[in-house]
């Protein structure tokens, strides 16, 4: 009985809160300005580059302690070449095509072609190249003594050729249709979206094993910061509850304007997005050592358990 009376105390309660909260003011909205975040994202740069420097130490270990075995011819079949045709016409598509408005759209600049269509392509062939429940040797792979983390290493690598060699020449063809433009920059600004988004993408088909859950949320993604990129800076209009996180979304917003901030925090930008993107890769290769979980989608502590 004690306790249908403290329900009903606690609904009375919450009911006069409801009717009496009000919306809050625009005024009285959380904000943060750049410069305050701005030592949020030098500690958050500082974090990811130490941690990538802890798993490349133990990752040259192990290289060390079980030389590994490249398997290219394998690699370059798995891959294929269905990304580079895709890629490629796209490019292609978006350079020639003349919109004659200013629309606002992303593509209408010549000089973003390169940055919008690489980084997706490529995440989306990297969610599809490895995933647990659609290889279809897996368990001869984990019986071997060479690691499977070697698997997607190498068609990591082989897909950041066939895409980094499209996006150079990209780039160079993008210097006639939008001239004057700095070639550091255009070099930075593709190839950080394209690590982060390639590290999103591999993580968590590995982690749902299900290649097309991973690739719609890498495209997911990839709009959301395409197509809003302008509406996610510090002093963006914005709504509650998202002005607690807009202050400290410029940091890790892999489509971020050179001229939307300055050069030092565009380059501060740059260099976490790269940073996450990598520590996502490192993380996905970390996952590949549990080999029980990988084959049956358990970990051992609970295959343990329950034997």
Same mark, same amino acid.
């Given at each position: 009985m004690r306790y249908i009376v403290l329900l009903c105390l606690f609904g009375i309660f919450l009911d006069g809160n409801v009717v009496n909260a009000q919306p809050p003011a625009?005024? *009285?909205? =959380?904000?943060?300005?750049?410069?305050?975040?701005? &030592?949020? !994202?030098?500690? /958050?740069?500082?974090? =990811? !580059?130490?941690? #990538?420097?802890? %798993?490349?130490?133990?990752?040259?270990?192990?290289?060390?302690?079980?030389? &590994?075995?490249?398997?290219?011819?394998?690699?370059?079949? /798995?891959?294929?070449?269905? %990304?580079?045709?895709? *890629?490629?016409?796209?490019?292609? #598509? #978006?350079?020639?095509?003349e919109t004659g408005l200013a629309t606002g759209l992303p593509w209408t600049a010549k000089s973003r072609v390169v940055e919008l269509v690489i980084p997706l392509v490529m995440a989306v062939q990297a969610a599809l190249v490895f995933s647990p429940d659609d290889e279809p040797a897996l368990e001869v792979m984990l019986a071997c003594p060479r690691k499977i983390t070697w698997v997607l290493i190498e068609r990591l690598l082989v897909l950041a050729l066939i895409q980094g060699s499209l996006a150079l020449i990209g780039v160079a063809i993008s210097t006639y249709f939008a001239p004057g433009q700095d070639p550091l920059i255009m070099i930075i600004r593709w190839i950080p979206p394209t690590v982060l988004l390639t590290g999103f993408a591999i993580y968590i088909t590995v982690r749902s094993r299900v290649a097309a859950f991973g690739a719609t949320v890498t495209g #997911?993604?990839?709009?959301? =910061?395409? =197509?809003?990129? /302008?509406?996610?800076? &510090?002093? %963006?209009?914005?709504?509650? &509850?998202?002005?607690?996180?807009?202050?400290?979304?410029?940091i890790i917003n892999p489509y971020l304007e050179p001229t939307s901030l300055t050069l030092g925090d565009y380059w501060l930008n740059r260099l976490c997005v790269l940073l996450l993107g990598a520590n996502l890769i490192a993380l996905t290769l970390y996952l590949l050592r549990d080999e029980e979980r990988l084959l049956l989608g358990t970990r051992k502590s609970s295959a343990n358990q329950g034997g």
């Open positions: 625009a005024d *009285s909205y =959380f904000r943060l300005t750049l410069e305050e975040t701005r &030592p949020i !994202a030098g500690g /958050a740069t500082l974090l =990811f !580059a130490g941690v #990538l420097l802890w %798993g490349t130490g133990v990752f040259v270990q192990g290289i060390r302690r079980y030389p &590994p075995a490249i398997a290219w011819r394998a690699s370059f079949r /798995a891959v294929g070449w269905i %990304g580079l045709v895709v *890629s490629a016409g796209l490019i292609l #598509l #978006l350079f020639l095509t #997911l993604i990839w709009f959301v =910061f395409a =197509f809003f990129s /302008a509406s996610l800076l &510090p002093d %963006g209009m914005t709504f509650w &509850p998202l002005n607690y996180l807009q202050p400290f979304i410029w």
